[in-house]
């Protein structure tokens, strides 16, 4: 394997293919995603190893004093030998990293292999491709954080220990002294502790920065904008802490803290800055100097890191691997954003040339990261890609055709609300159409729905129903988890199927679902997408008339918030929310533009339940679908734009329409109720089961946007745009 190493004698930087660590016991074996390079720690680093002798025994005085006790104990010449040997041998760089569990040594049972880790220490999460990582200094990514960003895991605990050791408190003051990595940090984690933030940077740039991150306010440490921005802040009476992420050999940051700091003020070191402390100043106000020991308590206690012992929590609230959980969990939640801090990203094979472009001052960053070749295969890929599974038929089931005296007979798989109160009621009353068989798991269920609807029969069986030939078409009405297992026994069966969204919730399910129409070769599916139904919706598309240009859609589903207890959060077994119903406005969208997706771009802002979901289309169309629960429960649940062509066609919450173009056409009443197409879709289902004709949608079109709904997932967790792929 290769790993980033560095002469500390030469300053000679290199790619060394080194042997693959052994997993031992009571820690993993973990393939690198993601490393992070620290802009402020590492380059001190390789500055130093530039140096000439003399120039590394004035940069690291404490080292020249224990070569001085050693001369004193060995004598000269054992010491000599000794330095140059410790001089002149390869060490690591690197203390930040995310990647993938690759082996799992005995005593670990809290991950397994191919889980996702965020990795800490300088000599266990180190810039190479794999590392031994202990138990205490690894924490599992929580789902929907970027490996990218999780790497961003070790300096993320140092500026939250930082943070601690400043006791901030809700409305308090602080001032940010250097505005690097650890800086910018600091400044987002105190503002999200309600604490109102100054920075202060001699480069605008990253003030600029911090101010989009939470900073009230920024400025050069010479300004007197700073020291006007405390004054308004504070009364006049000084911040209350004070934090020291700079490097460097000057003075001023000390100096600075102590004028802007109030009296009994706190004076936090998190980085590597010179400390002459101003007595007078710091004596008169009766500053409490605090040190923060990098990722938090456990840290250089072999006890803790290397041999797993934890400090009981009662005692120790927060160690470094609790500080870790923590920075990852805000990460995920998106307290905490780190993509604006990543100024570049390089690739491992070039890490030679991005240390020397970073030495030299050509690249400016903030935070550099590496990226491992195949993104640790299935952690992450640059360009991830979800396969589109190709429909194939076998020998075709010929689909009878009734006559109009012939009822069509259904059996519904389920009765809960959605099937009681949006598809029930518009089949009771329509001709030509006989509900025979309810199957529910419970029997006083189906009992209920048999006696509101008037099913012939009630049952909890289902191979029964399935087995049924005078049935011809079931209804999957149940929830999600069981829709393609269901849905894969009907067609099998014979069954025309009416299935809810979603269709499936993996690809192996859609896989399973597409198996069955190839063995029976019955492809009569249609899935509940309905909103393509709707008479407002298909009137506006008739006014819009034919596109010829690309077009931009925009779809605003305000779904608010559920309900406690509702079994929609039972993420583990039904799928997130999104993966339930997001099919409604992918597959409304690919109507519109007619078109199936090619890419699918998905974010998620706040680490809630809210979406970005941006969709790209062969014509270079694209429909940005904003999924909110956070919004006010008082506004529309859906708005949807398209603008195409120099016409805007507008979709008020099925309530009203409007087009834009040389004539403006506005739907001319406000419905009774919104019609969101359930009952158009149904007699276009009902036609097509008593005609033998085609499904009102398309089973490629089905199967298109089921992908390009669980491709949203696969978005979220790689933090890239996902491409469709067609298999053939």
């Known amino acids: 394997m290769k790993q980033v190493v560095q002469n500390y004698k030469s300053g000679e930087l290199a790619l060394l293919d080194v042997p693959v660590p052994g997993c031992k016991p009571d820690g993993v074996l973990v393939r690198s995603a993601y490393s992070l390079i620290s802009t402020g720690t590492e380059l001190m680093k390789v500055s130093e190893a530039g140096m000439s002798m003399l120039g590394k025994a004035r940069s690291r005085p404490d080292q020249v004093a224990k070569v001085m006790q050693s001369v004193a104990t060995n004598g000269v010449p054992a010491t000599y030998r000794k330095v140059m040997g410790k001089l002149d041998s390869y060490t690591p760089l690197g203390y930040s990293l995310c990647g993938v569990v690759e082996q799992v040594g005995t005593g670990i049972d809290d991950v397994k292999v191919g889980d996702l880790v965020a990795c800490a220490g300088n000599e266990h999460a180190l810039h190479a491709e794999l590392n031994w990582v202990p138990k205490n200094l690894y924490a599992r990514v929580p789902d929907g954080l970027a490996p990218r960003h999780a790497a961003f895991g070790t300096v993320g605990s140092i500026a939250m220990q930082g943070v601690r050791r400043g006791e901030s408190r809700l409305g308090e003051v602080a001032l940010v002294i250097g505005l690097g990595l650890i800086g910018q940090l600091v400044v987002q ?160 094979d070039d890490a030679v040339e991005t240390y020397q472009r970073l030495k030299d001052g050509e690249l400016k960053a903030v935070a550099v990261l590496f990226r491992y070749p195949e993104h640790a295969t299935e952690a992450e890929a640059e360009a991830p890609a979800v396969t589109v599974p190709a429909v194939r038929r076998g020998d075709g ?93 009907a067609l099998l069966a014979g069954k025309t199927v009416f299935v809810e969204k979603p269709l499936a919730l993996t690809e192996d399910e859609l896989a399973g679902v597409l198996a069955a129409v190839e063995e029976s070769g019955n492809d009569r599916l249609q899935v509940g997408f309905n909103r393509r139904f ?111 062509d120099g016409k805007v066609l507008r979709l008020d919450d099925f309530v009203r329409a409007s087009v834009y173009s040389r004539k403006r056409w506005v739907s001319s009443r406000l419905p009774k109720a919104r019609d969101k197409g359930q009952s158009a879709e149904l007699a276009a289902f009902i036609k097509a089961v008593r005609t033998g004709g085609p499904m009102p949608v398309p089973l490629e079109s089905l199967v298109a946007t089921t992908a390009a709904t669980l491709a949203v997932q696969t978005g979220l967790a790689g933090g890239a745009p996902v491409t469709l792929v067609r298999a053939r």
């Open 189 to 348: 984690l105190l503002a999200a502790s309600g604490v109102r933030v100054v920075g202060v940077d001699p480069d605008p740039v990253r003030c600029e920065l911090a101010e989009r991150l939470g900073a009230a306010a920024c400025g050069d440490p010479a300004s007197a904008a700073v020291e006007a921005a405390v004054a308004e802040l504070t009364g006049g009476h000084g911040v209350d802490q004070v934090y020291l992420a700079a490097g460097g050999g000057s003075n001023q940051p000390v100096e600075l803290a102590a004028r802007l700091c109030r009296d009994r003020g706190r004076v936090v070191d998190i980085g590597k800055c010179r400390l002459d402390l101003p007595w007078n100043a710091y004596y008169e106000k009766e500053l409490d100097v605090r040190f923060s020991r990098s990722y938090g308590p456990g840290r250089y206690d072999p006890e803790y890191e290397l041999e797993g012992r934890d400090y009981p929590i009662g005692y120790v609230r927060w160690t470094e691997r609790r500080n870790l959980a923590c920075f990852l969990d805000l990460a995920a939640r998106g307290s905490v954003d780190v993509e604006p801090l990543v100024s570049h990203i390089a690739d491992f």
């Open 534 to 644: 709707a008479p407002l919706l298909q009137e506006a598309r008739k006014r819009f008339g034919v596109r010829t240009g690309p077009a931009s859609l925009r779809y605003l589903v305000n779904a608010g918030r559920l309900q406690h207890g509702s079994w929609y959060l039972q993420q583990g077994a039904e799928g997130s929310r999104f993966a339930g119903e997001g099919g409604h406005f992918i597959d409304t969208a690919s109507w519109l533009l007619d078109a199936d997706p090619v890419s699918v771009y998905a974010v998620a802002p706040s680490g809630n339940e809210d979406l970005q979901v941006v969709l790209r289309y062969p014509d270079g169309s694209t429909a940005t679908i904003s999924y909110v629960t956070t919004g006010a429960p008082g506004f529309p649940k859906e708005t949807l734009d398209l603008v195409a």
């Open 397 to 489: 089931v010929s689909a009878p055709v009734r006559s109009a005296k012939t009822p069509v007979r259904l059996a519904f798989v389920g009765a809960g609300n959605y099937a009681t109160s949006m598809l029930l009621p518009h089949l009771t009353q329509r001709d030509g159409v006989e509900l025979s068989t309810v199957v529910t798991t419970t029997a006083l269920s189906a009992a209920n729905a048999k006696r509101k609807f008037g099913f012939a029969e009630a049952t909890t069986d289902l191979d029964a129903v399935l087995g049924d030939k005078s049935i011809d078409a079931v209804f999957v009405v149940t929830r999600h988890s069981s829709h393609a297992e269901l849905t894969r026994k």
